[in-house]
């Protein structure tokens, strides 16, 4: 089995400071020897007041091609959480001002070999009047994926996805050998 790396942070709405944060914490685990490093969900902009605009401005230009430059340099697949991308898969821009979750696997040559977009919306209301509508600012996907990685498929979700046992039996069947649930949480 290969050796991974788990990157946890508490990531911020700055996407900048986000990006000095995400490097460091890549660069250090790299030095360990590992083959693949994991980041969380939401790791270049938490609860961004506006992430069309931060997906439109930085992640579509600096944000995807970073993690591809970074891959290389340490040499170490990135299982890269999610960021909002304002594309859809094969190209074409997604037009109602929301955006895509997307999380992306980077191969050790910096070349993006897989993306999922996330299927399920966190839409709840919870006890005590704090209530999420992620449908508001980001459009579902619509295809579960399996990731060809030298250790086998790699089943891709994302944190809320975790509340839907039919997708991880699909991925199953699709030929997943594990799976990934980036995430990040309110309080």
């Not at 040499?75 to 821009?93: K, Q, S």
């Not at 993006?112 to 005590?128: L, P, Q, S, T």
Request: hydrophobic share 45%.
């Amino acid at each position: 089995m290969p050796k991974i790396a788990l990157v946890q942070m508490v990531s911020s709405w700055d996407f900048e400071k986000n990006l000095i944060s995400v490097e460091d914490l890549i660069r250090q685990a790299a030095k360990d020897d590992v083959a693949a490093i994991f980041l969380p969900e939401n790791f270049f902009a938490l609860a961004n007041p506006d992430p069309f605009e931060i997906a439109r401005a930085k992640i579509d230009k600096i944000g995807r091609r970073f993690i591809r430059q970074i891959a290389a340099d340490v040499n170490c697949w990135i299982f890269a959480g999610t960021m909002p991308v304002t594309h859809r898969e094969d190209g074409t821009e997604i037009k109602d001002g929301r955006v895509r979750a997307a999380s992306f696997v980077v191969d050790l040559d910096g070349v993006e070999v897989a993306r999922y977009d996330k299927i399920h919306m966190f839409d709840v209301n919870i006890e005590g009047g704090e209530s999420h509508r992620e449908s508001e600012t980001y459009r579902p996907g619509a295809q579960a994926v399996v990731a060809a990685t030298p250790w086998g498929g790699l089943g891709m979700t994302i944190c809320y996805d975790l509340r839907f046992p039919y997708l991880y039996r699909s991925l199953a069947q699709a030929g997943a050998h594990f799976m990934s649930v980036p995430s990040a949480f309110t309080r």
